[in-house]
């Protein structure tokens, strides 16, 4: 099983940035995919998480009305659409990835790096 994550970088305050992450090895559908995020020096947080099956989505109340999590079960991909960002969402975002039902499973990805300054 992998997660890998893409499309951190540098933006600057007010910008956008879209992150994907792509799994492989697993039955996508299944799995309940989310976001955390890990700043230097804090422990890792919750950013976003969208369910299996209707895609209910919940959010962190630092990100909500910016950030948006979907999900393309066709091509194994979550998402997440930052807007608006601020100083304080530099951080390293990882995927996971947990079963909702059948086998059991819960995987990370390895990071990417978020980094917004001017």
């Known amino acids: 099983v992998q997660l890998v994550e893409s499309g951190g970088g540098l933006v600057q305050p007010g910008g956008s940035l879209r992150l994907s992450c792509a799994a492989s090895?697993?039955?996508?559908?299944?799995?309940?995919m989310s976001w955390y995020r890990q700043a230097p020096g804090k422990a890792r947080e919750f950013v976003a998480r969208i369910t299996s099956g209707i895609g209910a989505t919940n959010y962190a109340d630092s990100v909500k009305g910016r950030f948006t999590i979907s999900r393309d079960n066709a091509k194994n991909t979550v998402y997440l659409q930052m807007n608006s960002l601020k100083p304080e969402d530099t951080a390293v975002y990882y995927c996971n990835g947990i079963a909702a039902f059948g086998p059991p499973g819960n995987y990370w990805g390895q990071g990417t790096q978020v980094t917004v300054s001017s």
């Open positions: 090895g697993l039955t996508f559908s299944r799995y309940v």
